[in-house]
Structure formats: structure tokens, C-alpha cells
């Protein structure tokens, strides 16, 4: 199963009847009045959501402010700890400590640095045209994110077998020269650093 519409069934358990009514309340702008009638549970409220395109795996953001409403500072908690988890990895498919501690110097220089042509970066990184696509809808109006949501969708395809190599070789590959070097210098000086 999709473990965003996992998290989704999971929150969707925590949730009461009473819950689930002020929830479809906060949504009577969002959702047409007789589909919201024929809301019965958390679970279709979201799927209702999704299909509105206004949550996503890289869009949680009107979630949050839902069960901030309730007063459900949990069910919040455990969507960033899903996000800052990037989307619940098992840990031996992760990268080690120290290469997630590069990747994610490098990944911050990207974001900085990367602009207009993030596509052509992730292309490099084969990142498929629907993935991007997908990301590019979740953020239409915020470049930045969009290109922290892709680089975070790699690390997780990639699993362990994501490197910071990888990351200096597409951004070369691309001739962004330019952000490699400033990466590789900062990489260095943590090297230098860490000593």
C-alpha cells in the first residue's frame, strides 16, 4: 500500500464521529455540498481531498491546519514525523548517518542554487516525468519546494543506494557546474571540520 494513504487510514482510525463532522465542516468550501453529505468517514473526507488536488504526499499543509482546528496537535505530529521521515523508510534501506548528513548539505546547495532547470536535474536523476509532474502540481508557485520535494522522492527510490556522488555527477552532467563546485566545497569543509 501507498504509505501516504496509509498514514491516511491510520489517522482516519484516530479519529471520532464528532471529529470527522468538524472536519467536513472546515471543508464546505473546498468540497460541493452533496458529495461532503456523502461523507461518511475520515478516510472518504481525504479521498475527497485528494481527489481536489488539495492534499498530496508533498501537500499536507491544509491537513495540519484541519487538525489544528480539532485540536489534534497528535494526529499533526505524526504527519511531519511521516514527512521528516520521507515517507517511513525502513531504516536498512536508508543511506547511512554520514552520507545523509552530506546528501542533505548538498541537497540544501541545490535548493539554493538550481533554478529554472531542476527538471533537466531531476531527468539526470531519473526521476520519471510524472513524478515530476505530480510535484509540480502539489507546489505550482514555489520552485524551492519543488525541488526539495524531488530530491527527497530520489533519496527514497534510491533507497540506500542514494549518494552524494550521484548528486554532483547530475548537477556536472547538466553543466551546473557552478552549484557542483560550491556542494563539493561545502562538502569539504565539513570533511575538513569532522577531522
Known sequence: ??????????LSAC???SE??????????????????SVQSARELFICLMEQQLISRY?????????KSIKREDLILQLEQFIEDGEANAPDEQPDLEERRLQKV???????NVGRDWKMLMR?????????EEIEEAKPHNLRERLFWSLRTWQ??????????????????????????????KLSRLNTENM
Open 15 to 17: 479519529l471520532s464521529a
Open 20 to 37: 470527522v463532522s468538524a472536519l467536513k465542516f472546515l471543508c464546505q468550501d473546498k468540497i460541493g455540498k452533496r458529495k461532503l453529505e
Open 156 to 185: 527514497k527510490l534510491k533507497g540506500k543506494d542514494a549518494k552524494v556522488t550521484d548528486l554532483i555527477k547530475a548537477l556536472r552532467g547538466c553543466n551546473m557546474n557552478l552549484v557542483a563546485d560550491i556542494a563539493e566545497q
Open 59 to 67: 501537500n499536507v499543509d491544509l491537513l495540519k491546519t484541519m487538525f
Open 1 to 10: 500500500m501507498d504509505p501516504f494513504l496509509a498514514l491516511l487510514n491510520s
Open 106 to 112: 548538498v541537497i540544501e546547495v541545490i535548493c539554493e
Open 124 to 132: 539526470k536523476l531519473n526521476l520519471s516525468e510524472a513524478r515530476l
